[in-house]
């Protein structure tokens, strides 16, 4: 580790990965009431877990995502971080305010609203402490070295936290609420965070493979100009049944088909700097994550988001299975495993070892990727067969959900694995660590 601030990056991570492992805890109580509808009714209603499972994952992903931030930011910038004292205070402002929503959801406190339901207290001290991470993070970008790599991340932060004002305008009509709605959800994920997600793949791929700077650097702004030009009007996808104009059917159509390209790009550029890099570097395991992040977010959010966008296939599977099968693949590809990947590649630094525990790293790795697919096509089956018998035949939706019990045991199960791997995997980078770096000695001076 070349500079000592980079430092500030571990708190960050060790509480996103303690989030994380509860975020798949209350997935698994969610999936056990689909097999036995009154697990916990009384206690915490599925409603309750849903909102803490998805909320879980928004909070943790974001406080990754700072981390990486903190992490990466020195070294592309060579300079240490404006204040690292700014950094603690807003990461501790950030946990109350995702602690506090989620023990008031316990109590049934929450805006309703998907993914947005924090009280209103917790959305202003989220936006106090992502203000205070993005007055940190500029400050150290504009006094230091400005590169492609930390522009397009600090771009898509700001962007991001912009587009998240719009959880404070909640209009009373339901089709206006949607419409405004879709400006955080879809444009963060299918807009703003692939920048972040391009960045800290190309930041890895340099990192990892030793390629050129020049070289990455295009390809980098090739995806990010594909990500904006397809996923800004790609959010016609979901304006098809909110009651807005019919010209969203083939705009929406049209544009969110683009949006596999950014994907598709991403999957082609890691491989391809992989092949192509000359750099033998110790940490396989980071590698290997890398390289599985952008080919399970090629299939999660291209092939499975491709399959249900076309407004006349939507007609038919909107709200089904389908769509968790692809929110889940897309989610986990894309940002999960991204966030997995710095922290594979980071830790061992922070920590002062060599690349350690590589073997159960990998290992977690395996087995949550393989189990986290299986979910998907269990879902996908599910979905499948819940549009043909709900939406073509017209048998009501209970019935149908009857018919669907096996799908969802096998999703159950396959939530159990991803549950172990995750513990596999915080063993692997908090647990016991062998060949202490010689002081001073970081792997990326070599
Ligand atoms: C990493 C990127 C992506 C993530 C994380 C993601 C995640 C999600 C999630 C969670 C939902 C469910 C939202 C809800 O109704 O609550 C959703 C819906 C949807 N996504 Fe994605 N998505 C991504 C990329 C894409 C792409 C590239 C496409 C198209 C090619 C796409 C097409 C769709 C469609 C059509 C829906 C609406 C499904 C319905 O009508 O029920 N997504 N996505
Ligand atoms: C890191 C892995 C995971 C990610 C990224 C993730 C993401 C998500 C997302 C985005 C949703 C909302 C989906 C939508 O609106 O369509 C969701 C819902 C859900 N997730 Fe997960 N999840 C993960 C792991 C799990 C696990 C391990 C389980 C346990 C089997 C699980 C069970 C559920 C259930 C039951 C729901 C509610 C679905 C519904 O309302 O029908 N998830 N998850
Ligand atoms: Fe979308």
Redesign the pocket.
């Known amino acids: 580790m070349k500079y000592a601030t980079q430092r500030v990056a571990l708190p960050f991570f060790a509480l996103a990965l303690a989030l994380?492992a509860l975020?798949?805890t209350?997935?698994?109580l969610?999936?056990t009431?689909?097999v036995l509808p009154e697990f916990l009714v009384d206690y915490v209603p599925?409603h309750i877990?849903?909102m803490s499972?998805?909320n879980l994952?928004i909070v943790w992903l974001l406080i990754g995502f700072m981390g990486c931030t903190y992490y990466l930011l020195p070294e592309e910038a060579e300079s240490e971080i404006h204040s690292p004292m700014i950094a603690y205070v807003q990461l501790a402002i950030f946990a109350v305010a995702g602690a506090g929503a989620l023990v008031s959801y316990q109590f049934g406190i929450h805006e309703g609203r998907?993914f947005l339901e924090q009280p209103l207290w917790s959305k202003i001290l989220i936006t106090v402490s992502f203000l205070m991470f993005l007055y940190n993070s500029s400050r150290t970008l504009l006094v230091g070295r400005k590169t492609a790599i930390n522009s397009v991340l600090m771009l898509g932060l700001w962007l991001a936290a912009i587009f998240w004002l719009f959880a404070f305008y909640n209009p009373g009509n339901l089709g206006l609420d949607k419409l405004y709605w879709w400006w955080i959800v879809h444009i963060w994920v299918e807009g703003v965070w692939e920048l972040i997600m391009a960045s800290l793949l190309a930041y890895l791929l340099i990192k990892l493979t030793g390629v050129d700077r020049e070289i990455i650097e295009k390809w980098l702004y090739v995806i990010i100009g594909l990500a904006l030009f397809s996923g800004l009007l790609g959010t016609g996808h979901h304006y098809y049944w909110i009651g807005a104009p019919a010209y969203w059917q083939p705009i929406g159509s049209i544009f969110s088909t683009l949006e596999v390209a950014p994907f598709f790009a991403m999957v082609m550029f890691a491989f391809y700097m992989f092949w192509k890099g000359r750099r033998n570097h110790p940490n396989k395991s980071a590698m290997l994550w890398t390289l599985g992040s952008a080919a399970v977010a090629f299939f999660g959010a291209g092939v499975w988001g491709f399959m249900h966008t076309l407004s006349f296939v939507n007609y038919y599977t909107h709200g089904t299975?389908v769509?968790?099968a692809?929110?889940?693949l897309?989610?986990?590809g894309a940002?999960?495993m991204m966030v997995l990947a710095v922290i594979t590649y980071a830790m061992p630094q922070l920590r002062g070892r060599q690349p350690y525990n590589q073997i159960l790293n990998m290992w977690s790795f395996w087995v949550?990727t393989s189990?986290?697919c299986f979910?998907t096509f269990t879902l996908t089956f599910a979905g499948v067969v819940q549009t043909h018998l709900q939406r073509v035949m017209g048998i009501n939706y209970m019935e149908v959900q009857q018919q669907l019990e096996l799908f969802y045991y096998m999703?159950?199960g396959?939530?159990?694995f991803?549950?172990i791997a995750?513990v596999m995997f915080l063993v692997a980078i908090f647990g016991p660590a062998r060949e202490e770096l010689p002081e001073g000695m970081a792997l990326t001076a070599r």
């Open positions: 994380f975020q798949v209350f997935g698994i969610a999936a009431v689909y599925f877990m849903r499972h998805t994952l998907e299975q769509t968790a692809h929110g889940h897309a989610f986990y940002y999960v949550m189990a986290m979910m999703r159950l396959a939530g159990v991803v549950a995750a």
